[in-house]
């Protein structure tokens, strides 16, 4: 197991090196100058000569690329055009942000897309299986954007039960220790902060776990069905064991490996793709983050963020293939 581990970290160097290299060719291609937007459109010619060769986006691309390199290996991460500020100090709140977000959504997920699941599949053909699948189905094809739209006008301006953007009050921010809100207020002992943290989690978290949740469920169902016709499981209720724990001892954990797969998947794909629901919900994660420094060319912050979250996304795969191991004893490493 330990030898299989180091390989894989091994093999995630050069997928990270040609990230990089993918990333750094096609922000070239963005058209645009940095100093251009940074100075306004009535800069002289004179200035922004100068500003460019600050930056250093005036030397040949290999140049660019190598220096940046350099700075990797060396644990400087970089400059941000657009602020001046080491993007180390920067960006973790925004990627902390987004871990509470994608963390909460998919444990929204993981709970009602499994049980949803696991039910349909006890009760195959049922009632509950025919519209559990229905809204599986509409919640896999519904656009995120338009989600949260109908959340926010529904459960904010009509009912105005929660608030429809941000992740604090304002008024009353909560003091940041480990940048996670919800460990942040517990620590403090601010049960009120913790409440309005909540409140304004809900309707982004649900928002952005909704495809999750659907894909979940159809997948832990078609995968409980094929357990649930196996030898063992009809041997366990010939033996008397009460339904419930043959499905949820024996059959899921049985029918764990696929659902397992997606769920490593659908979080990557929830880091990554949190731009939509951060901007529609005034959420400061590192999706927003890459988004405005997309709008001002900021290369080294959208060069890093992009970076941070394809190496989370690598680690996350690592993560489910040794628990691979850990749920069906039959996987061996070596």
Sequence with gaps: MLSYTI??????????????????????????????LILGQRATKESLEALTSQLGLDQPWYIQYFSYMKGLFTGDIGTSIRTGAPISQEIWPFFIATIELSVVALLIAIVIGMNAGVISAWFQNSWFDYTAMVIALVGISMPIFWLGLM?????????????STGRENVRDPVTPITNFYLIDTLIQGDFSQLNV????????????????????????????????????????????MRMFWVVYKHGLK???????????????????????TETIFGWPGIGRYIYEAINFRDYPVIQTGILIVAAFFVLINLVVDLLYAAIDPRIKYH
Excluded at 11 to 20: A, E, F, N, R, S
Excluded at 254 to 276: E, F, R, W, Y
């Design 151 to 163: 959340d926010q006008w529904f459960f904010s301006i009509d009912l105005g039960w929660l608030p």
């Design 7 to 36: 390989r894989r970290l091994l093999m995630v160097i050069p997928v990270l090196i040609g990230m990089t290299l993918i990333v750094f060719f096609i922000l070239r291609l963005i058209p645009g100058n940095p100093a251009q």
């Design 254 to 276: 049985n029918a764990l490996i696929p659902v397992l797969t997606v769920i490593g998947m659908q979080m990557g794909i929830l880091l990554g793709g949190a731009v939509l």
């Design 197 to 240: 943290v909540v409140k304004h989690l809900i309707l982004p978290a649900c928002a952005l776990g909704t495809i999750s949740m659907a894909i979940i469920a159809r997948i832990t169902r078609s995968s409980m069905l094929e357990v649930m016709r196996s030898d063992y499981i009809r041997t366990a209720q010939a033996k008397g």
